[in-house]
């Protein structure tokens, strides 16, 4: 995991193309997200360097402290359920809790099943629904995750037998 590039642009807006054929991201609004022209908004690439592939991965986040969204998630297909989301949502978690975030928001269609049962093993609970959110009329579930205070380096550090 890592912060992107504008090199990552092209394969971010491949992918999103992929992940979200209803409603892509624009190229200008990957770059500009990337290139830090967007200050809320961070992207997190996730890459398979022993595939020789690269990019198999990347996450969106929007940080208005105490708030963190996750605004997008998207693995490539043969890397699905392999973990790669997963490492993803942990690499976000921690950059929005080391931010100060203490609530991590996102919305999913009702429909993606695959998605839902991801965020719930990692603690997500509903708090709310949003009715006809995407475009082809698919409900929205708002989730939500509360966050561990981010450890300051000057903090006590304390170990359990």
Same mark, same amino acid.
């Given at each position: 995991?890592?912060?992107?590039?504008?090199?990552?642009?092209?394969?971010?807006?491949?992918?999103?193309?992929?992940?979200?054929?209803?409603?892509?991201?624009?190229?200008?609004?990957?770059?500009?997200?990337?290139?830090?022209?967007?200050?809320?908004?961070?992207?997190?690439?996730?890459?398979?360097?022993?595939?020789?592939?690269?990019?198999?991965?990347?996450?969106?986040?929007?940080?208005?402290?105490?708030?963190?969204?996750?605004?997008?998630?998207?693995?490539? &297909?043969?890397?699905? #359920?392999? /973990? +790669?989301? !997963?490492? @993803? %949502?942990?690499?976000?978690?921690?950059? $929005?809790?080391?931010?100060?975030?203490?609530?991590?928001?996102?919305?999913?269609?009702?429909?993606?099943?695959?998605?839902?049962?991801?965020?719930?093993?990692?603690?997500?609970?509903?708090?709310?629904?949003? &009715?006809?959110?995407? #475009?082809? /009329? +698919?409900? !929205?579930? @708002? %989730?939500?995750?509360?966050?561990?205070? $981010?450890?300051?380096?000057?903090?006590?550090?304390?170990?359990?037998?």
């Amino acid at each position: 995991m890592r912060p992107a590039t504008p090199a990552d642009v092209p394969a971010i807006v491949a992918l999103e193309a992929e992940a979200f054929p209803l409603d892509p991201w624009s190229h200008n609004l990957v770059s500009e997200g990337v290139r830090d022209a967007l200050p809320t908004v961070s992207y997190l690439v996730a890459e398979d360097p022993g595939s020789g592939e690269g990019l198999v991965g990347y996450a969106v986040l929007s940080l208005v402290v105490p708030d963190a969204e996750l605004q997008r998630i998207a693995v490539v &297909p043969h890397c699905r #359920r392999s /973990g +790669t989301g !997963a490492a @993803l %949502l942990a690499a976000v978690r921690e950059h $929005a809790a080391d931010a100060g975030a203490t609530r991590l928001l996102l919305e999913v269609r009702e429909d993606n099943a695959a998605a839902i049962a991801l965020y719930a093993a990692h603690g997500f609970a509903e708090l709310g629904r949003r &009715p006809r959110y995407y #475009r082809d /009329g +698919t409900d !929205a579930i @708002l %989730l939500s995750l509360t966050l561990p205070e $981010a450890s300051s380096p000057d903090a006590p550090v304390t170990m359990e037998a």
